[in-house]
């Protein structure tokens, strides 16, 4: 167990109804990454990050956290999922949502008071979301929501986050305020990983990748890994990309 | 191809048919009844002549019994079956029907209609608990008399004589419960029970009758009928209330809990043996002995000093 | 009638029948709104209908007609049906709604063949398990009320002390097991409550009935807020109140059984809700939907006569006939154009319309805010008369 790294997995493997999702993954995320996962429909990459939260069990595998176990690490893990895996029609405020993230901390039936009420409107105003605090839920946009779920996490004030698709369906507003919150991230030090589906922004956002189709193909600073080679293994060649630093632009085929 | 087919129907019939020619003389009349109080009956009229089963047992609610798939068999197999009518086997009225095979005796079809009560809330229906006015009793007995002599006139005589027999045993019971009923203090002559189930009793023998749930244990008492009941005890100041062995006694309770609380202590007078008898092989377990358990315990009860 | 409302709290039958009614609606109403919330509603059907062979089974085991013995084998039976729904959903390939299906029926069934079998043994009609179908709330008995407070006291005790691990749970599972909050455990907590509630109104209301009441006021709280606390908090009372009032009800109407009555007091206020309520409800949806249509119509109109006037010299009037042809989709140009001209934004001239001088501000403003290509046309128009 490598304390540097934050996120250390190992021969993680994961099968559903006996089909294999991830297959003998291994992943290093050093402290401080802001690291993309990339890979097509099906490759796995929510089940990884699932994996990670303890939220599914694997067949085989480890994964420590900042050193740890991860079951004994939890409070470390701040994650963020995919906006649809939540009912917008329940009936509670955008400021409900955000007080949420601090139930960790609160523990056990202890009640939210002014303390987190109070962390929740900063981060509120930081996701510039400030007007918002009475509004419900089913009444935001898919920006607004995507927001709302940044804030939360951001009230948990974990070291190690975890986010399934921010900048899936989000208007132009919203997805700079997600890249502005990510650098300020890792300004803090903090370790960002996110399963991303615009490989068009990859090299822009973020500073590792990992590749993923049920097994690792490959991962590392995106300068070294984000290759076209790595793409079409990952891909299976059926894939028109640009890469940006390429002078001439050759479609993976 | 349409031979075979035709063959086996002759086959089949000549098989149904045959079962019917069975000289019943040679052996029991096997008799299946739908209660207690009715298999009593067909035994005493019977005697040794007939083996007698009933689908209801003691503690058996005959206004919810369903038929299951034994008694349709036993109902099929036997030589003659006796029921109540008036719809006192609701739950099985279907069942009943179905049974074409073999002759079906409603005890009842022999009384004059205007022997019969009408309860108020059933328009059109007559209340059938008729087993508990031994007079109107004794013509069923009649009834199944004739029905058991139509069946085997080989064994005629044996029948009438136990009917005799029978009908004297009934007209003493009669003169028994009359004595008994009468030396209830007038104005304690009031009878509540868990159902309607004594009108009949109540007409024949000069008392008032009370029920919390109406002629049918299936209904469900509201809590009006609860709260209307009580305040009736209590203005009339009863001494006893009664519950009934086939029926739940909670809602009896319920109501004597009510009378309590308006001030007045009524006692649960026994049990009472309403639409079943009593275990088999004890007194209670025949008709005689139901009517005059029945009987002994509501005069005990209501000549108690409140 | 006063006697009714006010009579109930000196008489021991209304006020027992009541207080354990309304007990009964508090819980069902407020484990029913999660239940509801977390779209399993129909498992307080398949629970409730599921504790029927418990009973059966209770009393074949024990030969008591204890109230406490039944209860607890109904419980158990309930306990039972929801393990089972849970394991054929996650071993099998039988979605949610199927297995609870299934549970339902073959426990209910299991539940009638036992009674049935029952049936003939000699005491069984003593025992009443037939009323366990329907329920005989009019028979509660006092002791039979201070049980079901303390059940509910218990169960509404738990509720509040994990109201926000309850909240976050059900709103959104997987952040919460991200949290380490234990997502199965809470679950089958969950559960278990709403087996309690269940079992609570057995007695009452009985197996067939006792879903309305889990499903019914959850279903009317939903109508009437959007802040989760008031939702449950008006479940609760609309239970209640249809205990209550199903006593009250049935003690003034003869031969009208509680439990049923009770029932169909839960199902009117969902009616009511349902039609009525201020944002949700059907009525004032409607109603509001054709106003907001009617007002697009009629700004649509005053702005194409707004058009017209700046087009024309003067106050130039145009049929409704010439009207109607510039606006074919707009069916209903007559009365339109009358409720304008009751507004005075419009008037009649000749044989025509014409815009009013109010109309025409009106209609300014309206250009102001939209964007359609009425309001550019009246636009440019209007800066070139300036």
């Known amino acids: 167990m490598d304390s540097q790294l934050a996120i250390q997995v190992e021969d993680l493997t994961v099968a559903y109804n006996e089909a294999a999702v991830l297959w003998d993954v291994d992943l290093d995320v050093p402290a401080g990454a802001l690291m993309a996962i990339v890979g097509p429909n099906g490759a796995g990459k929510t089940t990884l990050i699932l994996s990670i939260l303890g939220l599914v069990r694997p067949a085989a595998g480890r994964i420590s956290i900042a050193g740890r176990p991860a079951s004994e690490a939890r409070r470390l893990v701040g994650y963020v999922p995919q906006r649809g895996s939540v009912d917008w029609d329940f009936p509670t405020t955008v400021l409900d949502v955000v007080v949420m993230g601090r139930y960790g901390a609160l523990g056990w039936i202890k009640r939210p008071g002014k303390v987190e009420r109070e962390l929740a409107l900063e981060a509120l105003a930081q996701v510039g979301m400030e007007g918002f605090t009475d509004r419900h839920i089913s009444e935001l946009s898919g920006g607004q929501r995507q927001r709302v779920f940044l804030a939360r996490a951001l009230v948990q004030d974990a070291s190690v986050y975890l986010m399934d698709e921010p900048f899936q369906g989000v208007d132009a507003a919203t997805e700079k305020t997600i890249v502005d919150l990510l650098r300020g991230f890792k300004a803090q030090g903090k370790t960002v990983v996110c399963v991303h589906h615009d490989l068009q922004t990859v090299e822009e956002y973020f500073d590792y990748v990992m590749l993923l189709n049920v097994r690792r193909v490959a991962s590392g600073p995106v300068s070294e890994v984000f290759t076209h080679e790595n793409l079409r293994l990952t891909y299976g060649g059926r894939l028109a990309f640009r890469r940006r630093e390429e002078s001439t632009s050759e479609p993976a085929r | 191809m349409k031979r075979p087919v035709a063959l086996a129907l002759l086959l089949f019939s000549l098989v149904a048919c045959s079962r019917a020619e069975t000289d019943l003389s040679e052996r029991k009349i096997r008799a299946v009844t739908t209660t207690g109080m009715i298999g009593d009956a067909v035994a005493r009229v019977g005697g040794e002549r007939v083996n007698v089963s009933s689908l209801m047992g003691p503690g058996v609610d005959p206004h919810l019994y369903r038929a299951s798939a034994g008694d349709v068999r036993r109902l099929n197999e036997a030589d003659i079956v006796f029921y109540n009518g008036l719809h006192l086997e609701a739950a099985m009225a279907d069942v009943l029907q179905k049974t074409t095979r073999v002759k079906t005796v409603a005890v009842s079809e022999g009384i004059d209609e205007d022997r019969l009560l009408q309860p108020p809330e059933f328009k059109g229906q007559f209340d059938p608990h008729i087993w508990f006015d031994v007079e109107l009793w004794s013509s069923t007995v009649k009834t199944i008399s004739e029905a058991l002599i139509d069946l085997d006139p080989e064994s005629a005589e044996t029948y009438r004589s136990n009917t005799d027999r029978y009908l004297v045993e009934l007209d003493q019971l009669h003169q028994y419960v009359r004595e008994r009923a009468a030396s209830i203090d007038p104005a304690k002559r009031v009878i509540v029970t868990a159902h309607d189930a004594f009108n009949y009793f109540g007409r024949a023998y000069g008392l008032e009758v009370r029920g919390l749930q109406g002629i049918s244990t299936a209904s469900e008492a509201g809590a009006r009928d609860v709260r209307e009941l009580a305040a009736f005890i209590a203005e009339r100041r009863i001494p006893a209330i009664f519950v009934e062995s086939s029926v739940p006694t909670r809602a009896i309770e319920a109501v004597q809990a009510a009378v309590r609380a308006n001030g007045f202590d009524v006692a649960i007078g026994g049990e009472l043996y309403s639409d079943a008898m009593g275990d088999a092989g004890t007194e209670e377990g025949t008709y005689i002995g139901m009517v005059r358990h029945n009987v002994d315990t509501i005069a005990t009860a209501l000549s108690r000093q409140v | ?386």
């Open chain 3, 1 to 386: 009638m006063f006697e009714v409302l006010f009579g109930w709290v000196s008489d021991y039958t209304l006020r027992t029948v009541a207080l354990g009614s309304a007990t009964l609606g508090v819980v069902s109403g407020v484990l029913g709104s999660f239940a509801l919330l977390r779209r399993q509603s129909l498992l307080g059907d398949a629970l409730s209908h599921a504790a029927l062979p418990g009973i059966a089974a209770a009393f074949l085991l024990t030969h008591s007609k204890a109230p406490l013995v039944l209860i607890l084998g109904a419980g158990i039976a309930a306990w039972l049906g929801a393990l089972l729904i849970n394991g054929v959903v996650s071993t099998t390939r039988i979605k949610t709604d199927a297995a609870m299906g299934v549970v339902l029926s073959v426990f209910f069934g299991a539940g009638v063949v036992l009674l049935t079998y029952i049936q003939r043994l000699p005491d069984a009609g003593k025992a009443g398990l037939d009323k366990f179908l329907f329920g005989q709330a009019a028979a509660l008995l006092g002791r039979d009320v201070v049980a079901m407070a303390l059940l509910s006291a218990a169960v509404l005790l738990t509720v509040g002390l994990t109201w926000k691990e309850l909240k976050l749970l059900t709103f959104d599972p997987g952040f919460a097991a991200s949290l380490g909050f234990p997502v199965r455990a809470l679950e089958a907590m969950l559960t278990t409550l709403l087996v309690v509630a269940i079992v609570i109104g057995l007695q009452a209301v009985g197996v067939v009935l006792m879903s309305a009441l889990v499903v019914a006021p959850a279903a009317a709280a939903r109508q009437w807020t959007d802040r989760f606390g008031v939702m449950v908090l008006i479940s609760a009372v609309v239970g209640a109140f249809a205990g209550v009032a199903g006593a009250l009800l049935s003690s003034t109407v003869e031969r009208l059984p509680t439990g049923p009555t009770i029932v169909l007091m839960a199902i009117t206020i969902v009616m009511i809700s349902m039609l009525f309520a201020p944002h949700r409800g059907l009525l004032v949806r409607t109603v509001q939907e054709r106003r907001n249509r009617r007002r697009l119509r009629s700004d649509v109109l005053l702005m194409d006569l707004y058009v017209l006037s700046l087009q024309h010299e003067g106050d130039h009037p145009h049929t409704s006939e010439a009207i109607t042809a510039m606006r074919p989709e707009v069916t209903d140009v007559r009365p339109s154009l009358e409720a304008l001209e009751e507004r005075r934004l419009v008037a009649r001239k000749d044989d025509g319309w014409v815009i009013t001088d109010p109309g025409r501000e009106v209609a300014q403003r309206l250009v102001a805010r939209e964007e359609s290509p009425e309001a550019e046309l009246a636009e440019v128009l209007s800066e070139g008369e300036a």
